[in-house]
């Protein structure tokens, strides 16, 4: 049984980069957040409680006793993950009520966890851990809600699109709306990157456009190379025959070799000055890196959980149904803000490559 646990935790922390219950508690802990409306953000966003929701928590309160629920939670979906033998992510968000204030719950502290931090907790710390019937309860309605909003956006997927299977709700795929939606009557945290990334290039534009700046023959180089990056169709992973792309999942797959693309060309000796070790001042080091560096890399955790799934995804599934799942309407809404934020770039670096090109 031991050897079975540590296969486990093996494949989470393969999966993921940590054990089973770190990953858990941050799953969770996102599922929580949105929950109470709880905004710790210091940029952009005041810290403590949201504007128009008087009852969200404050630090203190969702120290003492929110993080708490994210364990119970935490707990319940490693209980769970381990006895279907899946990744935690795949635990199947309404299976957890069970384990949380129902069927299961008298099990939640019993036998070992082969996970982390939590591996040498005693049953005793266990049932401290899991508490009384007040902290279930919070536990449940977390969930609760959760199945709610998603039931609620399934009908109105229902009302616009072409009636496409669902699949079953795991806590990952939840997890995954409520950090590309954000906290309702909130921005997104990525929205600020993507501001950030557009003043950046609004400058350099301005920058380009006033005559105040002349880019050398090394910026021109660097802007064209760049610039293909940037126009280039997605085209990974591939796609089953018949399948017409590019697909959600290559749009998404795209953006972390953008990053990548532009981090190893400032690698290059001519062009390091347009990197993060490089000239902070240089309009066109400065527009780049804002994109590659902070609204692309927005993208980055989901990009990593994508691909995973898609590399799980059965032969014969179709790649509307695992996208319906796996790719909701809140990711695709910041893919498209990205893609936009990426296009505007372009555009300013195909200008600096290409000086006659509109002459």
Request: charged share 25%; proline share 7%; with cysteine.
């Amino acid at each position: 049984m031991a050897d079975a646990g540590q296969s486990w935790e093996r494949r989470n922390e393969l999966a993921y980069g940590m054990v089973a219950w770190r990953r858990a508690v941050m799953t969770c802990g996102a599922l929580v957040v949105w929950h109470t409306g709880y905004d710790n953000r210091a940029d952009p966003g005041p810290r403590g409680p949201r504007p128009g929701r008087p009852d969200a928590p404050d630090v203190a309160e969702f120290n003492s006793v929110w993080m708490r629920v994210v364990a119970v939670l935490a707990l319940a979906a490693c209980r769970a993950a381990r006895e279907a033998d899946v990744l935690v992510d795949d635990v199947e968000l309404p299976a957890l009520c069970a384990w949380v204030d129902g069927a299961h719950t008298d099990r939640l502290h019993q036998g070992p966890l082969e996970t982390g931090e939590r591996r040498e907790r005693t049953e005793e710390g266990w049932r401290e851990l899991v508490g009384g019937e007040k902290r279930r309860h919070r536990a449940r309605q977390v969930l609760v809600d959760h199945l709610a909003a998603h039931l609620a956006d399934e009908r109105d997927l229902a009302d616009t699109r072409d009636g496409t299977e669902q699949l079953p709700l795991t806590v990952g795929d939840r997890a995954r709306v409520v950090r590309a939606a954000g906290i309702p009557d909130l921005e997104p945290e990525w929205a600020g990157a993507l501001s950030y990334a557009r003043a950046r290039i609004e400058r350099l534009e301005l920058a380009l456009r006033g005559g105040l700046w002349t880019p050398t023959h090394e910026h021109r180089r660097f802007a064209g190379i760049l610039h293909r990056t940037l126009v280039a169709e997605p085209d990974f992973p591939s796609l089953p025959a018949g399948v017409p792309g590019p697909a959600w999942v290559q749009r998404v797959l795209r953006m972390p070799h953008i990053s990548s693309t532009y981090l190893a060309l400032t690698e290059l000796p001519e062009f390091v000055a347009y990197g993060p070790r490089g000239d902070a001042g240089d309009p066109l080091g400065n527009a780049a890196g804002s994109v590659a560096t902070n609204a692309v890399d927005a993208t980055a955790k989901t990009a990593v959980d994508l691909e995973r799934l898609w590399a799980a995804r059965p032969v014969d599934q179709p790649v509307a149904r695992w996208e319906r799942a796996h790719v909701p309407a809140p990711v695709r809404t910041q893919v498209l803000a990205v893609e936009q934020v990426v296009q505007e770039l372009a555009t300013v670096l195909f200008s600096v490559a290409h000086p006659d090109a509109g002459q």
